[in-house]
């Protein structure tokens, strides 16, 4: 039967150090390769790294059904003011507007200086 010395146990020690080092490099690369590139820098990048990455197709999709679903309902808005017999449906319509673009300006100022 073999007996293991001191600077065996430590030799295997290291070995496994290593093996974890080994394993999470390789489960970074994964990740790297899932979210389109292996750039560290995520300040710039292309429209085909964009396009490669998850995070741009869950932005894009939530972006088109939300804000499809109130650009449509403000297109019918004058409509739907025909229909209901309200007598200014264009003051109506426009102060709707105008309420949608500043919305829209505040919720991009605060992403662009409340997300730093």
Do not use: C, P
């Not at 070995?15 to 560290?40: N, P, S």
């Not at 292309?46 to 998850?54: D, G, I, P, Q, T």
């Not at 409509?79 to 017999?85: D, I, K, P, R, V």
């Amino acid at each position: 039967m073999k007996t293991m010395a001191a600077g065996d146990d430590d030799e295997v020690a290291v070995m496994k150090v290593l093996e974890e080092e080994e394993t999470a490099g390789e489960e970074t690369i994964v990740m790297q390769q899932l979210h389109g590139g292996d750039h560290d820098d995520d300040d710039e990048f292309s429209l085909m790294r964009a396009v490669r990455k998850l995070d741009f197709w869950l932005l894009f999709f939530s972006f088109l059904i939300g804000a499809g679903t109130a650009v449509t309902a403000q297109n019918n808005l004058g409509q739907l003011g025909e229909a209901q017999s309200l007598t200014n449906v264009t003051v109506y319509v426009s102060l709707i507007g105008t309420m949608s673009s500043l919305g829209r300006l505040g919720g991009g100022v605060v992403s662009d200086y409340g997300v730093r």
